[in-house]
């Protein structure tokens, strides 16, 4: 019989936390109206993650299908978890996080009710301990979005902004009609590239399909030790740039010197410049981290470029 909904985990040599995931998953709570498979997609792991799969799939509390993708990347996991799984509900999540005991039967009602072609739920981060004094949420000076939270409120509405990976979910029939993630985005082994979820999503939105914000679809990821040092959020700004190029192509109509406009080297000079010369530590973080983001957009355009030369 096959599934009404399929769950996606894509995994890289995190046995650990996937472990603890998939723990998560089997203290689920389902109606009996609602069938389910578990797809994991193993993406060339060197560590313990098959035979973490294969005690639990010989404990029989999930409907687990193993499969392993030797590729690496995972918008190719991605892509071979969507071949391999056989709902017309797909729901994504990431190999670490902790979902809550009515999320699966949340996210199927949603689709249930609102008649949506994708949706995304709320993703809380799990702070090991304090925050670093220097991460800032809000204001003018904010620290960019380098750990996973997504929270739109208490209401079901369509959103403007786009769901993240951790908890997404979608029709088949988006992938059959707007194809599958981009595999020239997203996180290869431990590279910080993304925004293969994002793209597909700007997809859905020029195709003027239906997204939903579904607040009670709830998952709760890690932040773990190593994402509260700077010099993670220094890494993630310089690749969220590249990401970017590479999303949104090169820029068009601009003076440029060498390949790259000239306005990336006036922000860089000024960015510096503050960086330096700010006394105040966070702001002068904030500006550091600036730079961050123009040294990956021009490495990334540099990199196109020459990639374009004959």
Known sequence: MTPDVSVVICTYNRAQSLA????????????????????????????ATK??????????????????????????????????????IMA?????VIVEPDWLSKLVGAFLKYDCMA????????????????????????????????DLGEEFLVP???????????RKAAFEKYGNFRVD????????????????????????????????VIVHHPVTKDRMEKKYFERWCFNAARTAVRFEGLPKHVVSYFGLPRYYFRSLFENVVRWFLTI??????YYKLQVCIL????????????NRTP
């Open 92 to 96: 994504f999540t990431d190999d670490d």
């Open 185 to 216: 985005l997203g996180r290869v082994a431990d590279s910080l590239l993304g925004g293969e979820d994002i793209e597909f999503f700007e997809r859905l939105r020029k195709g003027r399909e239906k997204i939903l914000y579904a607040p009670d």
């Open 160 to 170: 403007d902004s786009n769901p993240y990976g951790a908890n997404m979910a979608f």
């Open 119 to 150: 949706l995304g739920g709320r993703v809380f981060p799990i702070w090991p301990g304090p925050k670093p004094s220097w991460f800032h949420e809000h204001g003018p000076y904010a620290t960019p979005k380098a750990i996973v939270y997504f």
């Open 280 to 285: 105040d530590r966070d702001r002068s973080f």
């Open 51 to 88: 035979q973490t799969v294969s005690d639990l799939a010989s404990a029989g509390k999930l409907p687990l299908k193993y499969v392993f993708e030797s590729r690496p990347g995972l918008s190719h996991a991605r892509n071979t978890g969507i071949v391999n799984a056989q709902a017309e």
């Open 295 to 306: 040294l990956g957009r021009i490495a990334e355009t540099w990199q196109v470029n020459r």
């Open 20 to 47: 603890q995931t998939l723990q998560s998953l089997e203290a689920m709570v389902l109606p009996p109206s609602i069938s389910w498979e578990l797809v994991i997609v193993d993406n060339n792991s060197k560590d």
